[in-house]
Structure formats: C-alpha cells, structure tokens
C-alpha cells in the first residue's frame, strides 16, 4: 500500500517536472510556487507534527532505557480515566504540572504528555499538547528518527529514477545525435548522484543509530553504493573523453549498458539476501498523507535542479557555438556552422 | 548472416595471428598464471583455507587476470593505428563478435589453467562437484570477457585508460561478484552441483543478457 502510493506520487512527480517547461525552458511561476509550497509544508508537516505513543510503546523504551525516561504518549479522554491509541486505559497523575497546565489538560479532549511509570499509574512529566490536530505515532525503536522516512525513501527513488531519465535522454541522443540530449542526460545523473549520495548518507547515518553500524551488508545499501558508483563512474568516463561528441556518444552507451546493473540491483539482488529494511511498513493516516506528498515534492525539487543545470549548461553550449559561428564569419571560411540557435530575448531575461 | 560469420573468424583469426607472430602475450600470460600462483602460496603458507576463503582467492585472481589480460583488446588497435584499417575493412557487428570469441577463448584458458594448477597445488582446497568448478569458471570467464570486451571499446579513445578499466567494469561485474563468490563457497565447501545450481543459471542468464546488450550497444560506439 506504502509503495503503492509513493510510486504513484513519484509518477504524478515525473509528469509534472516533465510536461510543464520540460528540462530546457523556464518553470511556469505557478509551478515554482505549487513546488516551494509542497517543500515548506513538507519540512513543517514532516517535523512539526508531534509524535506520540501508546501505552504499550511507553513501557517497552521503559524497559528498554530504564524507569525514569519521559515519554509522550497521545491520549483522549475517557471518564476519567486516559485512553491510548491502541484502545488500553491508564490513570495519569497531573500533579507534578503547574496549575495552568493542569487546568488546560483536564478541559482538553486529546493531549501529548511525557509520562513516566510510578507505581501502577503513570506520573504526566510534562504537557506537550492540548488537541493536537495531527500526530504520529511512536514507533519504540525509532522515536524522533522515524521523521528521516519522509526524506530518506524519496531520495532513494529519486536517485534510481534519475538514471531512467538520464539513459532515457543517452537513448535519444543516440538516435538524434543532437548534443542537448547530452547535456540534459548529464545533468539528470548530476543532480541524481545528489540525490544518491543524499540517500546513501542519510541511510548510513539512521543505520548507525537503529542497526548498529554504518554498514550493515543490507541489499539496499549494497544496491544504493552501486548506483553512487555508476555515476561516479560516468562522470569519471566523461572527463577522461576528449571531444564533445566522443564524450556525448560513449558516455551514452555506458549509461545505456549500466541497464544491466541497475537492474539487477533493484530486482534480482534483494530477492537473493536478507534485508533489514521493513518491507510492510505501518504508518498512521498523517505520516501515509505526507509520505506520497514528501515524494512529490522531493521529485519536483530533483526536476527543477535538473532544469536549472541543463539551462546553465546549454547556455554556455550556445555560447560556444556562437564564437565559433563568429570566427568563421571573420575568416570568410565556406564552412557553414550546422546549428547557431540561441535561447530567444525573451527566455534569456525569465531565466 | 554468413558473411558476419565469415568476418567474425577472420577477426577471430587476425587476433591469433597478431598474437602468436611474437609469442610475446601467451608467454607472458603464462608467467602471469604461475607467478599469480606462488604469490597464493607464499601468502597462504599452511594455513587452512576456509570455502569463503578459497572462493575470495580464486575470485580475486580470476579479476586481476581478466582486468590486466582482457582489457586491451581496443587499446592495442588504438595505439598500432590499426583501427581504421579494421573499420574500413569489417561491419561493427563482426568486430565485436570477433573480439570476443577471441577474448573468451583467452579468458577461459588462462583461469581453466590456473583453476587446474590451484586445486593441485594446494591440496584438499576444493572438496566438492568437479564438474561444478569447471561449470563456475566457464560461466565466469565468459562473463569477465564480455564484460571486459566492451569496457575495452568504450575506452579506446579515452585519455586515462589503465586506471579508468577497473573503475568502469566494476559496476558490470559486481552481480558476477556476488553471485561467483557464493557459488564457489559452496563448492569449495564440498557441495555438489544442484546446490550450486540456483546462482550458477542466475549467472549464466546474466552473462547471456550482457553479451547481447554489449552487442547491441557496440555498433553505437563503432560508428562514427
């Protein structure tokens, strides 16, 4: 169901950081504005959202950690007793909160509190929320990391999706042999190796807190490295090629051959080892709303750097070209330039 | 189809040729084989061999002769400025073939007779299905040699060759990493074929799949 809705995100995401303005001409103002939206509300959504447990979450961090860690819990009102998202009921003492506090958490009908056990009730340490309209939930072994989800898994997509994108472009430019589908498949790996190395660092750094290390031998980790090093090796490639169009052509073929690799790391490879990574993942209304919205908006994003670089890109292409025009102009050479086309008046000034 | 049958051999028959007029490759592959062998054994000494173990060894050696032999097939026309004669002379398609087979053959010899030479000089280190290892290193070679021919040819005009050949063909080669390794540690740990089986027709299918993308990808590369 996760996976479901994230790979439709991703698709809505790929349609509309194509279709509108496509890789070379300037983003509608309508799209930057829909785009900054979805990012700013993702940040704030993805960090803001307060998260509280259950009961039962509660108990095990206390026996994991020791008696006296506070824990937040989300809680609706009973008579008078509190009932946890789980359906159990606790009696909570509201002493230790200053009077102020304990009045608005008594006339409230759901509260976040930080509890801890005293005996066989729970002691409320401090009042996080009173009607708090969104939460999620507390997942004991990963807390406050659980938010990392909503950045990690897009950037990881994304990076695999920008290599359909670059050899989508390698692909046409071996058919056309027109040195902008160059331009836009490097640029598409460029901003996908950041996408990568996003994932690849992220990943490793939640690993270290969750599994132990910062390399567990996990599939996904294995498959994530392989595609970093695909596009290190492009890139590598493609410095060492001395010629615009030695470079455009060989370095498309090697994207092209890479298919095999990368397909083998996504499809076969996880299949054959065990993996740590969940695979049925299950999140709360809230954290299953913005998880398809994080991946549309880090798509966008991953399309409107890629807009940029190849606009950059080809802007000093054409500036080569336009020299090179020029000095055959000068020499009174027969030699005709075979394309001088340079962004119109008008896009030079919206870029 | 018989003419890029006829072309192909007569690549095929080109490199031999090119390659026996000074003997100077065959004889330095087979000083590469043994020298590679009693770098093995020095660095072994007596210590038991584990299955992981052995696999690791014969996988390692089996990449450091395919990296250093294998991946000049392009290079050397480049550098004799023999590369438009070949072009002028054959299709992309019989090149490619031709090279190849070559590379195979190649291929298969050298780790046949360095896999032989292993098992022997170091007794007991491989306790299982013969005919498994054989199947192995075949499946292997064949896989190196594809992988090695069109990294090769991607690199023929490249400025940086040596260090760029492992660099590019490690992506390639790594499902075979995976796959080869496992394989062999099952064998070296004295199982038959049917349980090497499962990986070994993973990796025949890869191989089979790589060679026909290389083939398709080469004539993109071959044409100017």
């Known amino acids: 169901m996760t996976a479901a809705l994230l790979s439709f995100a991703v698709i809505i995401g790929v349609f509309l950081g194509l279709l509108f303005g496509g890789l070379d001409r300037p983003k509608p103002v309508w799209w930057k504005v829909m785009t900054s939206i979805l990012l700013v509300g993702l940040v704030i959504f993805g960090f803001g959202i307060p998260m509280g447990g259950s009961f039962t979450a509660a108990e095990m961090i206390r026996d994991a950690e020791g008696g006296d860690v506070a824990v937040p819990v989300w809680v609706s009102k009973g008579d008078g007793t509190y009932l946890d998202r789980s359906g159990q009921t606790r009696t909570i003492d509201f002493s230790r909160l200053d009077a102020g506090e304990r009045e608005s958490a008594m006339g409230a009908e759901s509260l976040i509190v930080t509890v801890t056990p005293e005996g066989d009730h729970w002691s409320a340490e401090s009042l996080e929320w009173v009607d708090p309209p969104m939460t999620f939930p507390l997942i004991p072994a990963l807390r406050e990391r659980a938010r990392n989800i909503f950045f990690h898994v897009p950037a990881a997509w994304i990076a695999t999706m920008a290599w359909f994108v670059a050899a989508f472009y390698a692909l046409r430019y071996t058919r056309r042999k027109d040195i902008d589908d160059d331009v836009r498949a490097s640029s598409a790996a460029a901003v996908g190796f950041l996408f990568c190395a996003t994932a690849t660092i992220s990943g490793s750094i939640w690993s270290r807190f969750d599994w132990g290390s910062f390399w567990n031998w996990d599939p996904r980790q294995v498959s994530i490295v392989v595609v970093l090093m695909i596009f290190g090796a492009y890139f590598a490639l493609r410095s060492a090629l001395e010629t615009r169009e030695v470079r455009a052509r060989i370095s498309s073929v090697y994207i092209l051959l890479m298919a095999l690799p990368v397909l083998f790391f996504i499809g076969v490879f996880p299949r054959l080892m065990k993996t740590l990574h969940p695979n049925n993942l299950t999140l709360n209304t809230e954290m299953s709303l913005l998880f398809p919205v994080a991946a549309l908006a880090l798509t966008l994003l991953y399309f409107w750097l890629t807009n940029l670089t190849v606009r950059i890109r080809l802007f000093s292409v054409r500036r080569e070209e336009k020299r090179y025009a020029s000095i055959m102009d000068r020499d009174g050479s027969s030699v005709q330039p075979v394309k001088v086309a340079m962004p119109s008046e008008n896009e030079r000034h919206e870029g | ?224």
Do not use: C
Request: no cysteine.
């Open chain 2, 1 to 224: 189809m018989t003419r890029v049958v006829r072309q192909s051999l007569a690549v095929v028959q080109k490199e031999l040729r090119s390659e026996l007029r000074n003997r100077f490759g065959l004889n330095s592959m087979g000083m590469f084989i043994v020298t590679l062998l009693l770098v093995l054994l020095f660095s072994v000494g007596r210590t038991h061999l584990t299955p992981s173990i052995t696999a690791a060894l014969l996988f390692i050696s089996f990449y450091v002769m395919a990296v250093s032999g294998l991946g000049r097939t392009f290079l050397a026309e480049q550098e004799r400025g023999t590369i438009l004669l070949l072009r002028s002379a054959t299709s992309g398609s019989a090149v490619f073939i031709g090279k190849l087979l070559y590379n195979i053959g190649l291929s298969l010899l050298s780790n046949l007779i360095f896999v032989a030479l292993f098992v022997v000089v170091i007794p007991g280190v491989w306790t299982g299905s013969v005919a498994g290892l054989i199947l192995a290193t075949v499946v292997l070679s064949v896989g190196f040699a594809a992988a090695l021919t069109i990294v090769s040819a991607l690199l023929a005009r490249a400025a940086e060759k040596g260090m760029l050949t492992a660099v590019l063909a490690l992506p390639i080669i790594l499902p075979l990493v995976f796959l080869g390794v496992e394989i062999l540690g099952t064998g070296a740990g004295g199982k038959g074929l049917t349980e090497m089986g499962p990986e070994l027709s993973i990796m025949a299918t890869y191989t089979i799949v790589l060679v026909a993308l290389s083939f398709v990808l080469f004539d993109l590369i071959w044409k100017d």
